[in-house]
């Protein structure tokens, strides 16, 4: 779908002007809606055709085995997996006796518009019944970011020509049938075929109620919904109740310019603790509340919810329309997946598909977090407290693998380790700094002294104590962490990884800083400061290869011993390289996946002088094939900092423009949440040149030559800084709280609010672009040609 | 089973003087039968009680689809598993009314005798029935090395007091129902049920045969028997068949000093390629063959072929009664593995249980060939012509790998890869260098320049194509090879393992010879002079790590840099520890489950002075813990070598008693055929100090204070050496064929036929004796309190 003709190019609204039913599954995760709570695919609203129907809710997930060929200690037995819960979102349309079904009759024409702002999805469209009706629908969908419990849709039909007999029948419907999974595979999520059980269906009037469990992990959810009908005198309605299916129909004769309007109200609750009538009640109240606020006022808040968002955290480009709206899409998808998770996980995919199994990796930490900390700081404390709140399975899973502390798992929905290859997971200990590091960065950033007593305390102590008992101290006094595997999943297994080990140090120096802080807190979790010190001492002495010969950082120890990778003998169609190479022969290579080394440069840069950054990002540059979403962001901002502002730029579109013009042709499974936030990242750490390790908040804006123009707005410490930066200068203002001391180019200064500090930008250095294997460099953007 | 009262220690037979039922399915595999063809175990006559019924063909199985909680490029996806086939053993009798089952009634007393001279297992017992009946019953069973598609069965019933009727039930029972596996332990084969499909059952007179199928893997299997029926006249029989079952019933009237007797023939034929027909006709044919010889000729045929072989192979061992009894069922265990396999796997357990799936390993030619090689080279030719015939699976394999030549699979019984967890398997291709070995040291000990110029030169090229890919060039001219797995299993995916890499250089260096040797077989495999000095380039600049600091080599590179194993803090039920602790803690810590880089000091001696080899081992002693076993019989020999007797004589006596004394608590699933093995080798080139890796062989043999004298015989090049050991002498002598050039002691000397060349031995260096860790030391043996 690279640039799809469909996709007319505006800075607020994502616009999709014809039907491509080959691109149906795409764009149902492009035009998904969610609030972090609660997620609906961009399904069509009569149901079918679809690409992969889908109804997700935060934390809700079934259990299948994990099966092993040869099992192991340790091994994860049960595996999480997202449920397609009850869908709420169908419109099913009988106009005189032809069910509307996009693929007969004549579509007349057919758009749908993601409106960033309001914060909905509109559709309109004009269809000829087989037998020569015209209609014209309009519907308009809202997730709600003020109400979470609860989704809505108007639906309107009117007749074009002459008087028509509709029936509208509003659906509730659990276990739909799901499209088999591709196969081959191991990224796709395995489908669920009917998963839920019932236990209860209620209906009245105009609503309905459903309740269902899941099989193997017992989670209840109920899914209810309730209608305002506004339709000519004849308007009739009924109300059915099913084990899966609850049903509202109505029928009414149309008229030009008389349309039937149908409000839907959609609710959802979910528990593992709470009884069914209980949960009954729950979306019961939910749907009264919504429709006492009715749809103008769900659809008001919704807006005034988006735009103190965009208040707050909009990014402006100039230069490159598409890139501007690709960087809005991306952001207001990361608060889609993040708004309103309040203590569940953040989703690799969001609530937008079931690729990944609905799982929640390092991304969320390590991409989104970065992002929301500085945009929508309480979505991070809501994420972080999650974390705490599995402590103690972490906790457990340490005490099986022999360690201390706490071991966070690589993938997980509800906390529990669900994955299947430990090598690449269990061995990834670099989630538990990632994790670290963005409590860290959330008390650095927000004055939260509550969450920093607490949560932020105990989380540093739990990972710091992990990477000293996994780390040891060679008769030199080195602090080693061998056998782990870092960001790199073509790598394994390796003996202190540089990101692991820099990551690791700044785990257990901030362990250490707020056990200082924080000596009662810290006495309650059995730490003082002798543990302190050894951790402190620990840090000082962590091992960071280097070799000389080369003059770079191995990404690991040795790694730069390894055997090269034959890039001119692979060829375009053996990438991804994991599904055509075995995984033997990709760690053994210097083979880079996704930015490992390069992500070091980045979030722990202090360590490099500015000639290892640039001497290692070239030699990396040479191996990094991005087989992972997880790279480009990280290499534009390498790029971009060591002068290569061309590349950042095209590093930059890649990640933003992963999902719009479905580069690693998955994106039906779901959205590249992290990528999506990295373009964020891109923008704000790359040419923003924003730093957060060290406070003063550090800044080296420098545009690529595609820019004239980029404005970014972040919120620090209840303060809100806007930077704008052009070819020659930035300036940078406070739009809200005191004043605020930065580093300009390592040069301190001190921005005031609604006063505007000017400073110039100094030139790039000069340097030759680096090379990257055949056929993987970014795609070359020329904004004129769009 | 530690000294079970019920083994009376003898020197050529393994008795046992009571029935213990709680040692049921140990007992099985101590006397189980097989001729490397075909295999039964020990299983009473009457076929229940059992541990585990199991009747064995080599190469025969079944596929099991393997799974994984992920999968990856390159996992195996089919398992093959050893089958329990149609059960030709079985002899049932009813005394009167009553069934035999040694559960009821009163078992006055029962005896079973492995007779390692006869090749037969005899059982004898008096059975008086619940209601007072006193039967005797004599049964002999033998699986025969001169028919190897046959086994028998001399059955014998005599009433002890009075004329009493007896109906003896002789059967054939396929699919029959098998114990469940013991859950958790992946070792444990997973149970079969009802693998077989009936394709064809017959029966007539004395005789029956079942025809059936495997459902998955379409290999068909006859089974037939045939009796001789010798009992009073009033003895009658008749014959039936069904689809899962052939009986013969036999009813006769015996009385005190007239015994019914009944010889049972059992033949089994199975193929992938032949017809129903045809395998049907082909055990026909075997049971006609048989009964043509009879019951005493085959008994003759089996002691004939067990003097010959034990003339050639027996080792005599004066000081340990029950040693030199372990010693001679190690060696008849090892024969019955191996014997008759005729271009098929020997399997790791032989064919004496389903551990392990009935898989053959490395350990067929890194520690059975090495027996049989010098004891009965026809059994190597055979095992090493089966790889042969597999080499074109092993070419794809490679290929699918990436990789040049072949790799061979970590295990196996078809020759596909069946392992389902890679680190531990794939990554070991130590295994292609263990075959190249095995291949190099027949050729060195056998004159066959048919096998040379064929299978030889092949196997030797095509592994040495793959270890030439398999590693790569430094710019400083070093050729490594990473990330791969040595044979211990408690690390993985290491960077230039110095056992790998020493059996790479000499596997290259073998293929290098034999193509200079064979200029027109090299060129028919498209090898030449070329290739031959890359593959000799790259031995030479092999990466052979060493810790300068500690004066020690370090298994893998930096292996000596990885943290400790807290032995002290490790309960003995926390062995074996891959069941207790995750494989990426052991893969990160010192810790050794088995000889490795001592696996290297005896295999590639001549690398290693005799400083750096004691110091290595003391080492290496310090971090083993022995939970494979495959490693006593290693540490013997190098232990002996470096002057530890007393260890060496222990680690000795676990190898050899590791079955008859169950010390892996899993003698139930099969026999440790390469343990048994390594009995030898810990004598021969342990206490012997044989040394073949260059010709001219040495030796270097001395005794432990506990033995007197060791005799040991060999074939050599068609001439049989015996070689005596006394505390203060060796003697040589070749009974057969011309002189031979050896080392004793590094000093050249001649042996001639029938003339004693009685040489001096040195005294034992002194050194402190190496600590193991706690609670791993070997038992301390005390021959005297036997």
Known sequence: MIRHPAFPVEPWVVRETSLDLDALAQTESVFALANGHIG????????????????????????????????????????????????????????????LDVRYGV??????????RA????????????????????????????????????????????????????????????????????????????????ELFTEHDTRSVLVHTTHASRLTVAAGMDHVIDGAADTEHFVEGFADLGRLTVSATVKPGKPLRIVKFIAYGWSENRSVPALRDQVGAALAAARRDGWDGLVAQQAAYLKDFWDRADVEIDGDVEL??????????????GARTERRAIAAKGLTGPGYGGHSFWDSESFVMPVLTYTMPDAVRAALMWRYDTLDLARERAKQLNLAGATFPWRTIGGEECSGYWPASTAAFHINADIAAAVSTYIAAVDDEEFERTAGITLLVETARLWRSLGHHRPDGTFRI????????????????????????????????????????????????????????????????????LGVHPQAERFTEHAHWDFEATRPDQYPLLLHFHYFDLYR???????????????????????????????????????????ACTQAVVAAEVGHLELAFD????????????????????????????????????????????????????????LTRLVFRICFQGRRLRVEVTRTHASYMLTAGAALEIRHYGKAAKVERRRRLTLPIPRAPRRDAPTQPRGRAPERRRPDAD
Chains 1, 2 share one sequence.
């Open 119 to 198: 914060g909905v999805l509109e559709r309109k469209l004009e269809w000829e019944t087989p037998s020569g009706r015209l209609v014209r629908i309009a519907s308009t969908r809202l997730v709600s970011f003020t109400q979470r419990a609860i989704a809505a849709i108007l639906y309107e039909v009117e007749a074009v020509t002459e008087p028509t007999t509709v029936v509208v029948q509003s659906e509730l419907v659990a276990n739909e049938s799901l499209p088999e999974p591709a196969d081959g595979d191991p990224r796709v999520a395995a489908a669920l075929r009917a998963p839920l059980e019932s």
């Open 482 to 549: 061998d056998g782990v595997t870092g960001p790199d999943e073509y790598s394994a297994l390796a003996d202190n990884n540089v990101y692991t080990n820099l990551m690791a140090q700044r785990n257990l120096r901030a362990a250490a800083d707020i056990v200082a802080r924080h000596s009662l807190q810290a006495g309650e979790l059995g730490a003082n400061d002798e543990e302190a010190a050894s951790w402190r001492d620990a840090a000082e002495k962590i091992a960071i290869p280097y070799d000389e010969a």
């Open 107 to 116: 579509l007349r024409n057919h758009e749908r518009v993601l409106d960033l």
């Open 651 to 706: 590093y930059l579109c890649e990640a933003a423009l992963i999902d719009l013009r479905d580069l690693m042709a998955n994106t039906r499974d779901g959205l590249h949440i992290a990528s999506l936030a990295g373009t964020w990242i891109a923008l704000v750490c790359g040419f923003g040149g924003m730093r957060d390790q060290s406070l003063p908040l550090s800044f080296a804006p420098r545009l690529p030559a595609e």
């Open 324 to 337: 501007q709206q690709a960087a809005r899409f991306a952001l207001f998808h990361v608060l889609q997946a």
């Open 589 to 631: 290579r210097q083979v880079v996946k996704q930015a490992d080394l390069v992500l070091a440069l980045q979030r722990c840069g202090e360590h490099f002088s500015a000639e290892e950054k640039a001497r290692d990002f070239d030699y990396y540059e040479r191996i990094t094939v991005r087989d992972s979403s997880l790279s």
């Open 40 to 99: 609906v695919r961009g399904n069509l609203d009569e149901g079918e055709p679809f690409g992969v129907p889908g109804t997700y809710l935060s934390g809700f997930y079934e259990l299948r085995p994990m099966p092993y060929a040869e099992s192991g200690y340790g091994f994860s037995e049960s595996n999480q997996t997202v449920v397609n819960v009850t869908n709420g979102k169908i419109m099913r349309l009988l106009v005189e006796d032809e069910a």
